[in-house]
């Protein structure tokens, strides 16, 4: 799987657990930072984040989870799992 | 569609969820949303309400996820948003321009019969239970799904307990029972529900704990019930904090090191005010404390200092931000050498890089507005005092989600300025505090808090300041 791969399908779980309406309007891209998102506070990090590893069936640990600021942080660690 | 705190005493009546962050208006200010939040499951079910109402049919629902996916608080206003998306039912409940909660269900057609479940004496037990996380390991619970149908019909009214089936209906509020009451029972945060149709010979919800993320304090739970078959997603709740014993303070403090303090302390009752009472307590001060909502906890404190034989204790009901209606007089006869002004209200309320208005005039109330009118009081006493007014590293940090907290504190330290000017005989300590561990800092979220005992080198500068 590429990281574009990935990329698109965290595009699709951010759009699903921050409630995105504006879907075409929706950019993320691997620079964007997890602030630039209004809706992505710590409630909604743990269910981003808890999807992402029922979906690729693996577990992140505490120290990666809160050490994500942005989009490439997360693609890098799941590249580093699958 | 709003709720109130009647509702929420009616709505525990009805699912017999009586979890104090829910209808105890003292005890919520200490947990972790500061103030009570509306059952999710009783916004849940207005919600399949507000749906019904597009049809006269009675219905049956096969398949239903709902996400809470933020506290619903009292007393302000909820739309619902329903939308059909192929075979499902979108329901959104939003308040102050937040999604709170997402509901997705798929129904069917049906015809309901009315059950003989009437019991009205089935639950004594109003107490949750408190569990710690190791126990809730494997834990496992049957609850009763019987339903006070007048009281059902009455709240929710007649026709829609009917749509829905009021065995369906005593189904899905022990759900909410279930998380409130037994397992995490008191230490609890309903996340997320989900549960299909399933079949069972039983008048009882049988549940489970089925897994615990200790990462994020995460227990998922599944049920099966008369109706359906059940996952229960729920937060282990920070408990309320408990600050160090007085016993445990004594070992930090010097024989007699406050005994020439006169000190009154704005918001005793908990949290650094706590600490700073106990703090000076031990080391000989007279004390007045205040406290505006928590009567019980403000005995305790004043309790223990009186146990280690400081009978110069006394405490006053003060609300600060209501300065009109206060009568300073207390406070004047007392003539404080030393002021600790720790009211605040709930200081985690923003949401991230929204400004709220509202919010902020709220912090302004209590950081400006009721601080400048304490300290003319104060002014008019012409002695010397010394007043800390704790400010916060967050104006370095400024944090996206506390815009208005840190614009209002940073507003009141140019205040103390202005005033120690103003009023020479004033001298005004606003240092700037890490996060402490208290109730308004405990999070569902690792977070790093810092002991708050660290007050004591402000309590101790403040004494050796001219």
Not at chain 2, 165 to 176: N, Q, R, T
Request: aromatic share 10%; glycine share 4%; proline share 3%.
């Amino acid at each position: 799987m590429s990281s574009s791969d990935i990329e698109k399908s965290l595009k699709e779980i951010v759009i699903d657990v921050l409630d995105i309406e504006d879907i075409d309007g929706f950019n993320l891209y691997e620079d964007s930072k997890i602030d630039d998102f209004p809706e992505w506070d710590s409630l909604a990090h743990i269910n981003i984040i808890t999807q992402i590893e029922s979906i690729y069936g693996f577990r992140f640990s505490l120290d990666e989870v809160e050490s994500f600021n942005s989009i490439k942080d997360i693609i890098k660690s799941i590249c580093s799992k699958i | 569609m709003k709720f109130s705190i009647t509702d929420q005493l009616k709505f525990s009546e009805i699912s017999q969820d009586f979890n104090p962050i829910h209808c105890d208006e003292i005890l919520s200010r200490r947990y972790i949303f500061g103030e009570p939040i509306v059952h999710g499951t009783n916004a849940m079910i207005f919600a399949i309400k507000e749906w019904s109402k597009l049809s006269d049919s009675p219905f049956f629902i096969d398949k239903l996820k709902c996400i809470f996916r933020k506290p619903i608080f009292l007393n302000k206003k909820i739309t619902t948003k329903i939308e059909n998306i192929n075979n499902s039912i979108k329901i959104t409940l939003i308040q102050e321009h937040e999604i709170k909660v997402k509901i997705l269900m798929e129904v069917s057609a049906t015809k309901h019969h009315y059950f003989d479940m009437n019991n009205n004496d089935l639950y004594t037990n109003k107490s949750p239970i408190e569990l710690s996380l190791d126990d809730l390991k494997n834990y496992s619970g049957k609850v009763d799904c019987s339903l006070n149908i007048s009281l059902a019909e009455k709240y929710y009214s007649k026709e829609f307990v009917h749509k829905i089936g009021c065995d369906k209906l005593a189904e899905i509020l022990g759900y909410s029972r279930i998380i409130g009451m037994h397992a995490p029972g008191l230490n609890s945060i309903f996340s997320q529900l989900t549960f299909h149709k399933n079949t069972h010979h039983s008048n009882l919800i049988s549940y489970e704990v089925n897994s615990i993320d200790k990462r994020f304090n995460i227990i998922n739970i599944k049920s099966d019930g008369p109706n359906f078959s059940a996952c229960l997603k729920a937060f282990y709740r920070p408990p309320k904090v408990k600050q160090k014993t007085i016993e445990e303070i004594k070992n930090y403090i010097l024989v007699n090191e406050f005994k020439d303090h006169r000190a009154l302390i704005i918001g005793a009752s908990r949290g650094l005010g706590e600490i700073t009472a106990k703090c000076l307590g031990c080391g000989g001060a007279s004390l007045q404390l205040t406290y505006a909502k928590g009567m019980q906890d403000i005995i305790d404190v004043s309790n223990a200092i009186l146990g280690i034989n400081n009978q110069n204790v006394s405490f006053l009901k003060l609300d600060i931000t209501k300065s009109n209606e206060i009568d300073f007089n207390d406070i004047k006869q007392f003539k404080p050498t030393h002021v600790f002004y720790y009211a605040t209200p709930f200081i985690f309320s923003g949401s991230k890089n929204k400004f709220s208005r509202e919010k902020y005039n709220k912090f302004r109330l209590y950081y400006l507005d009721a601080f400048e009118i304490l300290v003319k009081n104060l002014s008019e006493l012409n002695k010397n005092i010394k007043i800390l007014y704790p400010s916060s590293i967050a104006i370095d940090e400024e944090p996206a989600d506390m815009l208005e907290y840190t614009l209002a504190k940073k507003e009141g330290e140019e205040l103390c300025l202005k005033l120690e000017k103003k009023y020479p005989n004033l001298k005004i300590l606003c240092p700037r505090l890490p996060r402490l561990y208290t109730d308004q800092t405990v999070s569902l979220t690792s977070v790093k808090n810092e002991d708050p005992i660290q007050i004591l080198d402000i309590i101790r500068s403040m004494s050796n300041r001219d």
